[in-house]
Structures are given as C-alpha cells and as structure tokens.
C-alpha cells in the first residue's frame, strides 16, 4: 500500500518562499509519476504541477509557472514543492499524489493514492 505523507506547509507573508516535500513509501518511487494538487475552502481541487518517473519532465498550471518547481529525489523517495513569490490567492491546503504511468496528468482522478495535506497560508 502507497503511503504519502506531506510536511513542510504554514503562515507565510506574500512575497515569501516555503518547501513542501511529500515523503512516499509501499511502492518503488522511481515507479510512479508524482503530482502536487491543493484546495482552498469552498473551491474544488485544483493541479499545481506533476513530475515524470525521472524527472526529467514536468508540467504545472499556469497560475504558478515560474513560481513553483516540482522535483523528485528517488534515493530518498520524496516529491518536493519549492514555492516562491507567494500570493495570498495560494493559500490552500497541498497534497501529493502518485499514479503508475509515464503520463503527466493535471487530472485528479488520473491518480491513485493520496496524501493527508498540509496547510500553507499566505498573508497579504
């Protein structure tokens, strides 16, 4: 059984930086491609950014191209979020998720198994 398990999130000041990592474990982590979803209250789930089996490639919704960088280390079988120029409009709570497959998806019911999230909060 794949388990997740998010850290890294909190209060934050606009403009400021976080790094959120997702710790996975119950699969080969090199085996799964990986996603960052967050939600805010009242709005449904929304794509921040996917990443290949490798690394190599990578995909993220327009609203934090160049903002947010997915990457992977699979020796340590962890996912990593690196946020900078928050907004407040980014507060929300973040999961990770894991899929099998080399497909890089935005959709949510494309991926299996889920983490429990991690709040980030972002003050103007």
């Known amino acids: 059984q794949v388990q997740l398990v998010e850290s890294g999130g909190g209060l934050v000041q606009a403009g400021g930086s976080l790094r959120l990592s997702c710790a996975a474990s119950?699969?080969?982590?090199?085996?799964?491609?990986m996603g960052w979803f967050r939600q805010a209250p009242g709005k449904e789930r929304e794509f921040v950014a996917a990443?290949?089996?490798?690394?190599?490639?990578?995909k993220y919704a327009d609203s934090v191209k160049g903002r947010f960088t997915i990457s992977r280390d699979n020796a340590k079988n962890t996912l990593y979020l690196q946020m900078t120029s928050l907004k407040p409009e980014d507060t929300a709570a973040y999961s990770c998720?894991?899929?099998?497959?080399?497909?890089?998806?935005?959709?949510?019911?494309?991926?299996?198994?889920w983490g429990q999230g991690t709040q980030v909060t972002v003050s103007s």
């Open positions: 998720a894991e899929k099998l497959g080399f497909l890089l998806t935005s959709l949510p019911n494309e991926y299996t198994h």
């Open positions: 119950g699969r080969t982590f090199s085996s799964s491609t």
């Open positions: 990443i290949s089996r490798s690394g190599a490639s990578t």
